[in-house]
């Protein structure tokens, strides 16, 4: 590795990436596309359990890597990114609408500008980083369209999406045919695949129903870090990397006091919308204390008590354990009653910037803030409706609706047709590990 001689390690894989961030002047945000990469990367060896470790130069380094394998790849990303150069267009590219893909249109548009995966889509480092020797035809797909949306000769032409669709409906069957889809549905089914096709860990068929652990003598970080570590297991990719968090789900037995816990891995917040009247207001913060508020539960409907072993009254609480880099927020506007679908139009408003999400994670995390940087909306019905994004770059924020791109201003950000929204983290993760 170029310029390795003259790092100091410290005996620990956290001096080596800090040492490296530090020689090569790299920081989170930097219109160097490959530095930014490779910053992402490398603080990503830092939240990896301890072990030791050989680098490629046979240098021992002790914590932060769990798989060696893992570990060279990150050196290899060095290698590609000192030799890789991205020259981007704008981003201000439409999308062609193929038959009601205004669905497609509006997330891909939303992803296109996290920056994360975008630039590591454009520079094709899953090649390096997947296990299957399969092609990664989907995400080849993807990246493809990412090209011509960032293509620096970028012409007045939309970019035509219809192989990647093509390859989707393939691999999600549900999806075929021309009739409206759902946006969130789309992107929870998109990144899915997209992870399996990327995914570092070899494919291990799950079991019907795994044994459960109990871990009644830890500390809840230290039972939620080992679910974590179990997860990674089978499942880590760049996916995984950006956008999955760890959800706590806490119960707490009426008749014994017990309180037992559960973490589930979630790539979106799907939030409820408080009613209102027309004239009462809604913001996001309302959506998520309705979110995590306790919940009754009567003994029919409440889980077996760990120390009463029996079913109970209970309260149920939902948390965020675990804060991903970038959370995509859902707000949950079509509702399904024995007969129908209807939609709420209540207007939900939202912060631009510093949202913080602290008081919905462990108990004194400190702030976990983010930023907003895309937005996908819906208008009209259930049944006659139109997906659009607005996004944003280093000029401000822009309307994608299907092929057209126009400037639009904050202002204008605020509707009651904002459906699924796109924050990425803008403090330090160092601010949410509790001690």
Request: charged share 20%.
């Amino acid at each position: 590795m170029p310029g390795a001689s003259g790092v100091n390690m410290e005996g620990s894989c956290e001096a080596l990436c800090r040492t490296l961030v530090s020689q090569k002047g790299l920081q989170r945000e930097t219109a160097d596309i490959s530095q930014s990469v490779l910053y992402t990367s490398l603080m990503g060896l830092l939240l990896i359990t301890d072990n030791e470790v050989q680098t490629p130069e046979g240098q021992i380094v002790k914590g932060g890597c769990t798989d060696l394998r893992l570990f060279k790849s990150y050196f290899q990303l060095l290698s590609i990114l000192q030799k890789e150069q991205l020259t981007l267009g704008s981003g201000r590219v439409g999308l062609r609408n193929i038959g009601n893909t205004c669905f497609l249109n509006a997330i891909v548009q939303c992803l296109s500008h996290t920056h994360g995966l975008r630039d590591y889509s454009l520079l094709k480092l899953y090649k390096q980083e997947k296990f299957s020797k399969e092609d990664a035809k989907l995400m080849e797909a993807f990246s493809q369209v990412l090209s011509g949306l960032w293509d620096e000769n970028e012409g007045d032409t939309a970019v035509n999406p219809r192989q990647l669709y093509v390859l989707f409906k393939e691999a999600v069957p549900c999806f075929s045919g021309y009739s409206q889809q759902d946006a969130q549905e789309f992107l929870r089914f998109l990144l899915d695949k997209l992870h399996t096709e990327i995914n570092r860990r070899p494919y291990v068929r799950r079991a019907t129903k795994e044994p459960e652990q109990i871990y009644s003598r830890f500390r809840i970080s230290e039972e939620a870090a080992a679910m974590w570590k179990k997860h990674l297991e089978r499942d880590d990719s760049r996916i995984v990397d950006l956008f999955s968090g760890q959800l706590r789900s806490s119960l707490h037995c009426s008749l014994c006091s017990h309180y037992s816990n559960t973490f589930d891995v979630f790539c979106d917040l799907s939030l409820p919308i408080p009613k209102r009247s027309s004239a009462g207001e809604v913001n996001l913060r309302d959506c998520l204390d309705l979110f995590s508020q306790k919940e009754k539960l009567d003994k029919e409907n409440s889980p077996m008590c760990e120390r009463c072993n029996r079913h109970t009254e209970c309260t149920k609480q939902l948390s965020i354990q675990r804060f991903p880099q970038v959370i995509v927020i859902h707000l949950n506007r079509f509702t399904m009653s024995r007969w129908s679908i209807s939609k709420s139009t209540v207007h939900v408003s939202f912060p631009l910037t510093s949202l913080d999400l602290g008081p919905y994670g462990p108990v004194d995390c400190g702030p976990v803030l983010y930023d907003l940087y895309a937005i996908c909306n819906h208008t009209g019905t259930v049944n006659m409706g139109h997906y659009t994004a607005c996004c944003l770059d280093e000029n401000g924020w822009r309307f994608y609706n299907d092929s057209s791109v126009t400037p639009v201003s904050e202002s204008q950000l605020q509707t009651n047709q904002a459906y699924v929204l796109f924050y990425r983290r803008s403090n330090s993760i160092s601010t949410t590990v509790r001690k």
